[in-house]
């Protein structure tokens, strides 16, 4: 998606915590998804934030800012398992444009 | 779960040859999205179905067709396949439109030669 920006790789060593960044066009802007996405398999939704705040869901948050056009993923108490691609989806127009992901790559 | 296959889960299929792909769900849903997924760019939608033979393009439609003759099923035909479709291809099913939570099938990975 060339409209959602989000850095390509990220490495944390297990027990840490990740901020992954994203920032996308607010133009028919109506909310913003988080996916986690292990190598070979399907994506799985992880969050939908559509108004400006923190949400909370166990070791994961979500936070938006739509004046801004960005979000950011926040990754707690990380484990072995959570290495994996996070894709950032923009809900505009009623279609998802997805950001190429950000590989998270989690170390002993 | 969400109840949501794809057949063929792999393809190796030559250039010029029509190939077809189905999303077959048993949820219910009315929208259904076919992506394609290729390193580097994400996953890009190519078509979407708001309802039996209500179909509409994505962002990379160009050389793909697709059909929606009854819910629980979306078909993706490439008409004539080229080097460039070669790439990982995901169906997805959403409840109550695109703003809401989408469930993505297995995918299947097609390789043209």
């Known amino acids: 998606g060339q409209n959602i920006d989000q850095p390509t790789e990220m490495t944390a060593t297990e027990g840490a915590i990740v901020q992954i960044n994203c920032t996308y066009q607010?133009?028919?802007?109506?909310?913003l998804f988080w996916y986690q996405q292990h190598a070979g398999e399907a994506p799985t939704f992880l969050s939908y934030?559509?108004?400006?705040g923190l949400e909370e869901k166990g070791r994961f948050s979500s936070f938006l800012s739509r004046s801004k056009g960005y979000s950011y993923l926040l990754l707690k108490e990380l484990q072995m398992k959570d290495s994996a691609s996070y894709l950032c989806?923009?809900?505009?127009?009623?279609?998802?444009?997805f950001g190429a992901g950000t590989q998270v790559v989690v170390t002993p | 779960d969400a109840g949501i296959t794809q057949s063929p889960r792999h393809k190796v299929t030559e250039t010029g040859t029509p190939v077809t792909l189905r999303c077959h769900q048993t949820?219910?849903?009315?929208?259904m999205y076919w992506y394609r997924q290729d390193p580097g760019h994400g996953l890009r939608l190519i078509h979407y179905?708001?309802?039996?033979?209500?179909?509409d393009k994505g962002e990379v439609s160009d050389g793909y067709s697709v059909s929606r003759s009854k819910t629980e099923d979306f078909l993706l035909t490439l008409e004539s396949a080229t080097s460039s479709q070669t790439s990982v291809y995901f169906c997805?099913?959403?409840?109550?439109?695109?703003?809401?939570?989408?469930?993505f099938g297995p995918g299947t990975r097609l390789t043209v030669t």
């Open positions: 997805a099913i959403a409840g109550t439109g695109s703003s809401y939570e989408q469930y």
């Open positions: 934030n559509v108004l400006d």
């Open positions: 949820e219910n849903h009315r929208y």
């Open positions: 989806a923009d809900d505009s127009w009623g279609k998802l444009q």
């Open positions: 179905s708001y309802g039996v033979k209500d179909t």
């Open positions: 607010t133009s028919g802007f109506n909310g």
